[in-house]
């Protein structure tokens, strides 16, 4: 029964939403503060080649190469970050993607290290691995009538959507926090954010890092969930994919990262149709979205109409109260 | 505020409709047809296709495909072993390509699968492929180390590391070279894997490589790195680069007076190089596993067939593709069943099979063992280079 | 060689430049990024290739029809891309540059596929012709090249700084609502600006044809960052500066490859931006204002 459920095809989709909705949340952190970064394709793959090279040359567990690889970003992160302090808007935008191509380029060229255009291929495969130490432990797939394969996927979604929840959950934390309240605020105006007394520098400086640590680890799980990666994964395309997430979902809230991320990989895959004129209709979908509802499909007001909507379902549910209009 | 709400609300139920729509048209499970063993008949079996089909590469992937259509329209009027394709789409890119084989391999009537188109790809599809038990067989990665991801990995198209040597000792006789530089696309598997094996086997040879230059993607302007070559006067030119670029390169080399030969890898040997570059390409030498004017019934039909079928000449892609699944279908028959292991089994035991590339067989891991053909351009057209 | 290699970098220098003319024509009225620049100097290439090649039909003609057809790109980047973002209360000032990154991904996948990946030839037997001197080939396209980007930069300069247009332009640019106020029709101002540049970015693609024989659809996005490099190399919305920086650029591209390691070609455009954007952000020839970089 859960055999005929678990379809590794769908499994797969599913990995890769978790990934993207991580690459989403990036790129949404940094605007958040107002920052607009289209670096983080060259994060993500900071993040993926110090976590593969980890894993292979060192026989590093996964999950250590992982963090260290979301980590190393974050430093680069921070080293990008404090001089591009003195840059904002346009200036920052092109900054970032200036330092994006020059990090592939490097990828490309650092022959002795990453093999160049060839990529690293044996990447250690993340279900992969998982799954040799739970058959180790003494765990057979069969038991639960399920193939290999199906095991493998389910584990490494599980444990995406596990990371996912924890990392919505923190950052809606956040949004609600000091440091939360503090990048709206710099987004907002930074000059009046500055004289309230809010450590613009701080602030910046941290939202960025986030971004860059946020990308750098999904660049390292991207790697391992791949088993294989190239400097062409993280070239310009991968910065405006990202880029098309936040824009399309929303860049005002989280959720709106989550759904673009989301939207945009089922889409393709649904229609296939469709997967041939992909980039044209990122294309026409990032100009109609900047004319018509630049904040994106999901904003302040939708969410707090869903939230309503929600709660007076539930009143009518119950059966209880009568409905107020206001 | 409201309004703007219900607006926007009403667009996301709308793409969500659509969605909905088109995962349901996606999500049906496969009806299990007439693909069971069936004793004493001919085998039956599905096989599926991973080829790149959309996107800047898509010209190749259906040169692919046009292969094996036509393979699959003879095999099955000759009926030894009936077989049906189940075609997919990779876009060119690692992520897609992982999606629809796993869409494949989950499909239990699979049996085999074909492609994918890239060796980017493959290095991502053949490990899932290897650990799912599945035989896999590339007909157009022609990087190092793809048969060596596993033991359910093959392919029969020529690797860089057969073709390249071939065209180069060939070249370096007849031009009795002591020199070479080297121009490659460092920003591609494809070039860089070639250029590897350009390197190597230049030293092995005891050559003097001059100068190692790079070039890039959507470059047009090469005229830098080639006026630092004409200065250093080499015998030969080793170009690792696909044919899109490589003809540029010819273009101005020639241009700017360099008339020695080009040697190319796989990714050069295209009739268009003669399109783009016109007389600038006289003096490309390449090895390549598909010669169209020779002289053998066999490729002849092959020719006549594909122009009438699809109007055009079919190119290394397409024949390759085309013996790829006269490969397959020897081995479904050899191995009397539609399973998967007996199939991988099958295909490992395959000797001196004769297809439109010449004889065929695969070595231990499942690698190419043939001989290739040395082209060189002249008079406008490929011909045989002695 | 060195001479060669000059003559090599100067050309490649003065087709960046005639692009970045365009780019910081753009920047330098509306404050906008034009991330669709380079895909219009793509199209105004294959124009020239359709034209030349495959009509036949001799080189004049080819550069009108370039320059009508990315001038009419220009007048519906600006009706399609630009105008609906202007002056509508709460969008970002980061809109336009994500609206025209939406547009060159367009035209970019577009041109893909109408003309396919591949290389086109430009046949012309104009770009044949040339000129030997001792053991150095130059060619008339070359020299062209170059003459053809001086004037533009000096036609451009005196339209700026001389005509009742160009000081509009210039009003515009410093204060929309100013301008307005003083008569200035700033709409039409806003249009002619876009189309004069993206007119620029079709001649530019044109001369890249002739010179290298080689159009693709890719090459928009390499020659877009490398003009984008140059604005920020040669500060800002100024004429001159684009002109220097993309002769500068050309010229220490060529050279790298030359004298140094050619793999790392792409990344000295881009080891530029970050570098003048973190320790000069106003370019080597902008004015030092505070509002610099911001």
Redesign the interface.
């Known amino acids: 029964m859960l055999g005929e459920l678990l379809n590794p095809y769908h499994l797969q989709i599913a990995s890769f939403i978790m990934i993207n909705i991580i690459l989403g949340i990036s790129i949404y952190i940094t605007l958040s503060s107002g920052q607009l970064s289209l670096g983080n394709a060259g994060f993500m793959g900071i993040g993926a080649y110090t976590s593969a090279l980890l894993t292979i040359h060192f026989e590093l567990p996964i999950f250590i190469g992982v963090i260290l690889g979301a980590l190393v970003a974050g430093i680069f992160g921070i080293l990008i970050g404090i001089p591009a302090l003195r840059l904002s808007g346009v200036y920052l935008a092109i900054a970032t993607l200036g330092f994006g191509e020059v990090i592939r380029v490097i990828f490309v060229n650092w022959e002795s290290v990453t093999q160049g255009a060839v990529g690293l291929s044996g990447v250690p495969h993340l279900g992969r691995e998982l799954f040799k130490t739970v058959t180790a432990m003494g765990f057979e797939p069969e038991m639960l009538g399920l193939r290999n394969n199906q095991v493998v996927y389910l584990m490494v979604l599980t444990l995406l959507v596990v990371i996912n929840i924890l990392l919505i959950w923190f950052f809606i934390r956040q949004n609600k926090s000091r440091v939360g309240r503090a990048f709206a605020a710099i987004k907002m105006d930074e000059k009046a954010a500055e004289s309230m007394g809010i450590n613009i520098t701080y602030y910046k400086v941290l939202s960025f890092t986030q971004g860059a640590l946020l990308a750098g680890f999904a660049g390292a799980l991207y790697a391992h969930v791949m088993a294989y990666i190239s400097p062409a994964d993280f070239a310009y395309h991968r910065a405006i994919e990202i880029l098309i997430f936040s824009v399309f979902g929303g860049s005002e809230v989280i959720w709106g990262a989550i759904f673009g991320a989301t939207f945009m990989t089922i889409l393709p895959e649904a229609l296939r149709v469709i997967s041939e004129y992909r980039y044209m209709i990122y294309g026409v979908i990032l100009i109609l979205m900047m004319a018509f509802r630049p904040q994106g499909i999901i904003d302040v007001s939708l969410l707090k109409w869903i939230k309503n909507m929600i709660k007076s379902r539930r009143r009518t549910d119950h059966g209880t109260g009568t409905k107020k209009h206001n | 505020?409201?309004k703007?709400?219900?607006k926007?609300?009403l667009?996301?139920s709308v793409?969500m409709l659509?969605?909905l729509a088109?995962?349901s048209g996606?999500?049906t499970?496969p009806a299990s047809g007439d693909s069971s063993k069936n004793a004493g008949g001919p085998v039956s079996a599905k096989i599926g296709v991973i080829s790149y089909?959309?996107?800047?590469?898509?010209?190749y992937g259906e040169a692919i495909t046009n292969g094996f259509n036509l393979a699959l329209d003879e095999i099955n009027k000759k009926g030894d072993v009936k077989i049906e394709l189940v075609i997919e789409?990779s876009?060119g890119k690692?992520?897609?390509a992982?999606?629809?084989a796993?869409?494949l391999?989950?499909d239990d009537d699979i049996v085999g699968l074909l492609g994918p188109t890239l060796s980017?790809e493959m290095?991502?599809v053949g490990?899932?492929a290897d650990?799912?038990g599945i035989p896999i067989m590339g007909t157009s990665t022609t990087?190092a180390?793809i048969p060596q991801?596993g033991d359910y990995v093959f392919r029969n198209s020529l690797p860089e590391s057969l073709a390249i040597p071939a065209a180069l000792e060939k070249a370096v006789a007849a031009n009795d070279a002591k020199t070479v530089a080297i121009l490659y696309?460092?920003?591609?598997?494809f070039?860089?894997?070639g250029y590897?094996t350009m390197k190597k086997e230049a030293e092995n040879m005891g050559l003097d490589i001059l100068t190692i230059?790079?070039?890039?993607?959507?470059?047009?302007?090469?005229?830098?790195?080639l006026?630092?070559i004409k200065?250093l006067k080499p015998d030969l030119i080793l170009a690792s680069a696909l044919y899109?670029?490589g003809?540029?390169i010819m273009?101005?080399a020639r241009?700017?007076?360099i008339d020695v030969p080009f040697v190319g890898g796989n990714g050069f040997n295209s009739p268009?190089v003669i399109?783009?570059?016109?007389d600038a390409s006289e003096g490309l030498i390449v090895a390549t596993p598909w010669f169209g004017e020779k002289d053998e019934p066999k490729v002849q039909e092959f020719v006549k067939k594909y122009e009438e079928k699809y109007g055009a000449k079919p190119d290394q892609f397409a024949a390759q593709a085309y013996d790829a699944l006269y490969i397959m279908e020897e081995g479904l028959k050899n191995a009397g069943e539609a399973d998967r292991d007996a199939l991988r089994d099958a295909l490992a035991e395959i000797k001196d099979l004769d297809g439109v590339l010449g004889k065929f067989s695969f070595d231990k891991v499942g690698d190419v063992v043939m001989e290739p053909t040395v082209l060189i351009i002249k008079e406008g057209k490929f011909q045989l280079f002695e | 060689m060195l001479l060669e290699q000059l003559i090599n970098g100067l050309t490649l220098g003065s087709i960046y430049a005639i692009v970045a003319l365009g780019f910081t024509l753009v920047f330098g009225v509306l404050g906008i990024i034009n991330m669709a620049h380079g895909e219009i100097f793509m199209i105004g290439a294959f124009i020239g290739v359709l034209v030349t090649s495959v009509l036949g039909l001799p080189l004049w003609i080819a550069f009108i029809a370039a320059i009508a057809v990315t001038a009419l790109l220009g007048y519906m980047l600006e009706r399609i891309a630009l105008r609906p973002l202007r002056g509508k209360q709460g969008v970002s000032h980061l809109a336009p540059l994500i609206s025209t990154i939406g547009v060159s991904i367009l035209l970019e996948n577009l041109s893909h596929h109408i003309f396919g990946a591949g290389n086109h030839p430009f046949r012309n037997s104009f770009a044949e012709i040339q000129i030997q001197i001792g053991s150095i080939t130059i060619y008339i396209v070359q020299i062209l090249i170059f003459v053809i980007s001086i004037a533009l930069m000096l036609i451009l300069s005196y339209w700026l700084s001389k005509t009742k247009a160009g000081k509009a332009l210039r009003a515009t640019a410093e204060n929309l609502e100013t301008a307005s106020l003083l008569g200035v029709n700033t709409k039409r101002t806003i249009t002619t600006t876009v189309i004069i540049a993206s007119a620029l970015g079709g001649i530019a693609g044109i001369l890249v044809g002739m010179a290298f024989n080689s159009v693709n659809p890719q090459m928009g996005l390499s020659m877009g960052l490398k003009g984008l490099a140059i604005i920020i190399l040669g500060g800002m919305g100024n004429v001159k500066g684009a002109m220097a920086g993309g002769l500068l650029l050309g010229v220490a591209e060529t050279m790298i490859v030359a004298y140094g390691d050619s793999g790392y070609r792409d990344a000295v455009a881009f080891i530029t931006i970050i570098f003048v954007l973190l320790l000069r952000p106003q370019g080597l020839f902008g004015k030092n204002t505070s509002e610099a970089g911001r």
């Open positions: 505020m409201r703007i709400a219900k926007s609300y667009l996301i793409l659509i969605l088109a995962c996606n999500g499970v089909l959309s996107g800047p590469g898509a010209a789409d876009a690692q992520e897609q992982l999606t629809v796993q869409k391999m989950s980017t290095n991502v490990p899932e650990l799912n990087a180390g991801i696309g460092n920003d591609d598997l070039t860089k894997s590897d230059e790079t070039f890039q993607k959507g470059q047009s302007d090469y005229n830098a790195q006026t630092k200065d899109n670029e003809a540029v273009d101005q241009k700017m007076g268009q399109e783009i570059a016109g």
